[in-house]
């Protein structure tokens, strides 16, 4: 009988994910004659029993789109799901109904393409029998298991492209001109984009901030005779002395907090106590928009075909992962619920302090 494989993306999306479900689809398809159905929107689609059959088309000409042709959630978790009972909302294990699904299909395995959250899910579904591979994604770069995740990458050639913009309005109006960059409570993209846009200052949530020292670097730049600087600020990053900023809470959600603000709260200080004309950007959502850059495209088709040769070689309840430069894997038990977060002393944020980087400590 042919083998019946499942897939679905879950959590924010990101670049990339379309070349993940392409590599897996077409690596099914045409090497090992599986069969494919995607859930659709996530964990929902597999709850609701929502889903596509896969056939060769639906995954040709999609390498280069953002977001999933499949859609996605980063509300819905199978073991704590929202639910209407008598015009009361109530969150309920729905784990069952999912294992019961995928028999009903006929559904060997299960490829769960998402972030920490998406992942511990998996996890907990191939602890109740799923035999379950995972996909490391998130623009975040956050998980333990992997050296890169995919996504990561695009939303830095992002970030970057934005400080190169700002740098020349920066110029123009002897400006501070400050980005506020996602990644939850990693400072990578901040870090990363940072160092290749030639920021003055990183503001990262690994080390809290002194107001004044930030304040000291902008000096110092005048002093030089630059009249304007470029502070690049994580949505995770805090004063010594204070907290990270939340911008609302998500009911229901894996992880309920959403962060932003910063930016503003920086802005306002700065202008406030030292008299510095200062301009906040917040790029948000563009991080996660768009195109995949040709480095993640290649990630996410390696680890989309890596998947599909691990289903056949029978091995399941792993996190496919980057380990150096080749693609290996790590037991999804030890892969989530670990935050992958910027070394304070690592070598690249030694290498931005030598350059004379300020990161406000
Ligand atoms: O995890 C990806 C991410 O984009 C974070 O960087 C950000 O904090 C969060 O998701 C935003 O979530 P939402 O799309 O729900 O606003």
């Not at 479900?21 to 995607?38: C, D, H, Q, S």
């Not at 030292?274 to 959502?285: I, S």
Request: aromatic content about 6%; some cysteine.
């Amino acid at each position: 009988m042919t083998k019946r494989i499942g897939v679905l993306t879950g959590g924010g999306d990101c670049p990339g994910l379309n070349a993940v479900l392409r590599a897996v689809v077409k690596t099914a398809i045409f090497k090992y004659n599986y069969e494919v159905i995607g859930f659709k929107d996530g964990y929902r689609g597999l709850v609701m029993n929502d889903f596509i059959r896969f056939n060769y088309n639906d995954v040709s000409g999609i390498l280069d789109k953002g977001g999933t042709i499949l859609g996605t959630s980063n509300k819905d978790n199978p073991f704590n799901f929202k639910v209407e009972r008598n015009n009361k909302v109530e969150y309920v294990d729905l784990s069952d109904r999912v294992i019961d699904n995928l028999h009903m299909h006929g559904i060997e395995y299960m490829v769960f393409i998402g972030g920490d959250g998406t992942l511990t899910s998996a996890r907990d579904l191939a602890r109740k029998g799923v035999k379950a591979i995972g996909v490391p994604k998130t623009i975040d770069n956050d998980l333990s298991g992997t050296d890169k995740t995919f996504g990561y990458m695009t939303a830095v050639d992002t970030a970057t492209e934005a400080i190169d913009k700002l740098h020349s309005t920066a110029e123009s109006h002897h400006r501070v001109m400050i980005l506020e960059v996602m990644g939850r409570y990693a400072g990578w993209i901040a870090l990363e984009s940072g160092i290749a846009g030639g920021a003055d200052v990183i503001l990262i949530p690994e080390i809290p901030y002194d107001i004044e020292k930030v304040y000291q670097k902008l000096q110092e730049r005048k002093r030089r005779g630059k009249h304007f600087s470029i502070v690049v600020v994580a949505e995770g990053a805090k004063p010594k002395d204070g907290e990270m900023v939340i911008n609302k809470i998500v009911e229901g959600s894996p992880e309920p907090i959403r962060l932003g603000g910063i930016g503003d709260k920086l802005a306002d200080d700065l202008e406030r106590i030292y008299g510095l004309e200062t301009r906040v950007t917040v790029l948000g959502h563009l991080q996660r928009g768009g195109r995949p850059n040709p480095y993640d495209r290649i990630l996410s088709t390696r680890f989309g075909v890596k998947a599909v040769e691990l289903i056949c070689k029978g091995e399941h309840g792993v996190m496919v992962c980057l380990n150096g430069d080749k693609i290996s894997t790590i037991p999804l038990e030890d892969a989530v619920n670990k935050l992958k977060t910027v070394p304070v002393d690592g070598e690249l944020v030694n290498i931005a302090r030598a350059i004379g980087l300020c990161f406000g400590d």
